[in-house]
């Protein structure tokens, strides 16, 4: 397994510096925003090559969501991950993340009742992804779907659940992200869930119990990155957290000590 990371205020501006920076402090992998691709895509690439460490993935960087209530609104978020894959497919990237939405609706928070119904959710999602499953194949690259917690998406919140979708659409370039915080809340048991759904697991995300970096937390990473290691998952895992701290670069550089460590020690479990 390697570590991946996402842009953070403290490092550098410059990109080829930022990415000579997370290479320093032990990153194997950058994961990109979709608008910074798009925009400046020849930059990042001059950057990736001088510097040796990939574009492995995007993430955001567009306006509309797959799920969205809008269709005006979801139409251009579909185009736009479009877009964002045809760049990672010239990069040699592996693929973006997509939620189902984000912050647009909880059925655990008022007024609790959405305006689609389930079905419909259902119908809407198969129908975006059939369309981003063809780009992906176009442009060798993966949609990964991921799974929210409960208060921030109301359509996708576990693992089983997209998988259902990717099951139903018979989709072969549509995988699972699998984020430790939002399973830290939605999946019973972390590891069985990364088991039981090891078929469609194609990217990963780490992040503390509190969305902080890891390590500062309460979540039991060893038995997770045990079940990564049972299933032969040897793909990236990016830390997408904030840093809770003064010292951001010195707590950041700490915390991916300590991964380390953890994926050592659930090697010798």
């Not at 991950?81 to 997509?98: A, F, H, T, W």
């Not at 975006?128 to 409960?150: D, H, K, W």
Request: proline share 4%; net charge negative; hydrophobic share 35%.
């Amino acid at each position: 397994m390697k570590l991946a990371t996402q842009d953070k205020p403290f490092f550098p501006e410059s990109l080829k510096e930022k990415l000579e920076y997370i290479k320093s402090i032990g990153f194997e992998g950058f994961e990109i925003d979709g608008k910074l691709l798009l925009e400046r895509f020849d930059e990042v690439q001059r950057a990736s090559e001088a510097t040796g460490v990939p574009i492995i993935a995007a993430c955001g960087g567009y306006e509309g969501w797959i799920g969205d209530f809008d269709e005006a609104k979801r139409k251009n978020g579909l185009s736009e991950i479009k877009d964002i894959l045809r760049k990672l497919g010239k990069l040699g990237g592996q693929g973006i993340v997509v939620p189902a939405a984000w912050g647009m609706f909880s059925k655990r928070l008022p007024p609790m009742v959405p305006p689609r119904s389930d079905e419909e959710d259902r119908r809407i999602l198969i129908e975006s992804l059939s369309q981003l499953n063809e780009v992906a194949i176009e442009t060798g690259t993966y949609v990964y779907l991921e799974p929210l917690n409960r208060y921030e998406d109301h359509m996708i919140n576990t693992l089983e659940v997209a998988s259902s979708l990717i099951e139903e659409g018979n989709f072969s370039n549509v995988k699972i992200i699998a984020d430790f915080y939002h399973m830290n809340i939605e999946e019973p048991i972390i590891a069985e869930s990364l088991k039981r759904e090891k078929k469609y697991l194609g990217h990963v995300h780490i992040a503390d119990s509190h969305r902080y970096q890891p390590g500062h937390g309460h979540l039991d990473f060893i038995s997770g990155f045990s079940a990564l290691q049972e299933i032969g998952y040897n793909g990236y895992m990016t830390f997408e957290c904030r840093v809770l701290g003064e010292d951001e670069r010195k707590l950041y550089t700490q915390s991916i000590r300590y991964i380390k460590e953890c994926i050592e020690k659930s090697r010798a479990k």
